[in-house]
């Protein structure tokens, strides 16, 4: 009796690796999504217990900070957020940026949760936005002028010492900052105790080149 031999046809076999690669992929990517709201919920729970008094302190001591960087000092054009719930306070540094004749930028959230931009004219110029953000009034200059900015200021849950920032989820922040040019700062706020040595991280997570922290002031990250 002869050997009945299986012969698996070539396209079928790249089918099938490709198959395989997608599930490994797939399993890494549920595993880091995972690691990240845990990572989240953890950091989000710390903030929770600040008081006011400490988060107003907390952007107090940034501001400070953040002025004094040279790299402010000369920008024209900044990229900056208004902070909400227990984020470090960037109400006061937004309007001292403002106030010293920088053209601030702030985003808009758009409905596919990419951000657009608006300068920012005073505290008056705020209107509401989706999700309890205060969003400026004035003309979206669209996604990509926060490429046209000179230096960007952005939220973060916490950054790791390569640079990878943790936000909150919806990926807003990863696409805004890749379209920034590689030579253009950018710095997350954060509280002292949210600078780790490793956050998990995708593939399409964008990294930061500075974090600022309320006691330890400007900590420059490798560069991407």
């Known amino acids: 009796m002869g050997v009945w031999h ?10 099938l690796k490709r198959s395989w690669a997608r599930a490994v992929a797939d399993a890494a990517s549920a595993r880091v999504t995972g690691e990240k709201a845990a990572l989240r919920r953890r950091l989000l729970a710390t903030r ?24 402010v000092q000369m920008a024209g054009t900044i990229a900056a957020y208004y902070s909400l719930a ?4 960037s109400h006061g540094l937004v309007y001292a940026l403002w106030k010293r004749g920088s053209y601030v930028l702030l985003p808009l959230l758009r409905p596919d949760a990419d951000l657009d931009w608006a300068s920012y004219e005073g505290p008056d110029s705020l209107r509401p936005g989706p999700r309890g953000l205060a969003e400026p009034g004035e003309p979206p200059r669209g996604p990509d002028a926060i490429a046209r900015a000179d230096l960007v200021v952005v939220p973060a849950l916490a950054v790791d010492r390569g640079g990878v920032r943790l ?3 919806g990926g807003s922040y990863d696409r805004a900052l890749a379209r920034v040019g590689l030579q253009v700062p950018t710095i997350a706020l954060i509280y002292d105790g949210e600078l780790l040595d490793k956050v998990p ?11 600022a922290r309320p006691s ?3 900590t420059s990250l490798p560069a991407t």
């Open 6 to 15: 299986c012969d698996i046809a070539p396209h079928t076999q790249d089918e």
């Open 48 to 71: 929770a217990r600040l008081s006011p008094d400490e988060r107003a302190a907390a952007g107090r001591a940034l501001r400070d900070t953040i002025l004094e960087l040279p790299q």
């Open 86 to 89: 227990s984020e470090p306070d």
């Open 201 to 211: 991280a995708d593939s399409h997570d964008q990294r930061v080149r500075l974090v």
């Open 167 to 169: 936000g909150r989820g």
């Open 216 to 218: 330890a002031g400007i």
